[in-house]
């Protein structure tokens, strides 16, 4: 599975974007996928991601202004940030195949698929 991320970009604090991580070679209907980030000097940090019932779960700092959605028919996965902050700058990476159990979403080492990042820079 070779996955795709896109849709970064430079935008000024409270506006929004949406990533799309696109997956060829392979349906990944199945797969749970995440997004990750890591900003310059940072660790990677776990965004949200999405099962493949649809379940999802986030960070805490970005519950009611990230939306993870699926859409199979596109084999694509999207990350809808509205509300963006100075403090969302980063890389943003997606991941797919969740290796370790279900509740270990937010482990990135988990992940057997990645993605190779798109740029998000808010400004204030």
């Known amino acids: 599975v070779q996955l795709q991320a896109s849709g970064g970009g430079s935008v000024q604090a409270g506006g929004s974007l949406r990533l799309a991580c696109a997956a060829s070679?392979?349906?990944?209907?199945?797969?749970?996928v995440a997004w990750f980030r890591q900003a310059p000097g940072k660790e990677r940090e776990f965004v949200a991601s999405?099962?493949?019932?649809?379940?999802?779960n986030y960070l805490e700092s970005v519950k009611g202004r990230f939306t993870i959605f699926r859409d199979n028919a596109k084999n694509t996965v999207y990350l809808q940030t509205n509300s963006l902050k100075p403090e969302d700058t980063a890389v943003y990476l997606c991941?797919?195949?969740?290796?370790?159990?279900?509740?270990?979403?937010?482990?990135?080492?988990?992940?057997?698929?990645w993605g190779q990042g798109t740029q998000v820079t808010v400004s204030s």
């Open positions: 991941a797919a195949q969740l290796l370790g159990g279900p509740d270990k979403y937010y482990i990135s080492s988990n992940y057997g698929y």
């Open positions: 070679g392979h349906s990944f209907r199945s797969y749970t």
């Open positions: 999405i099962n493949w019932g649809g379940g999802t």
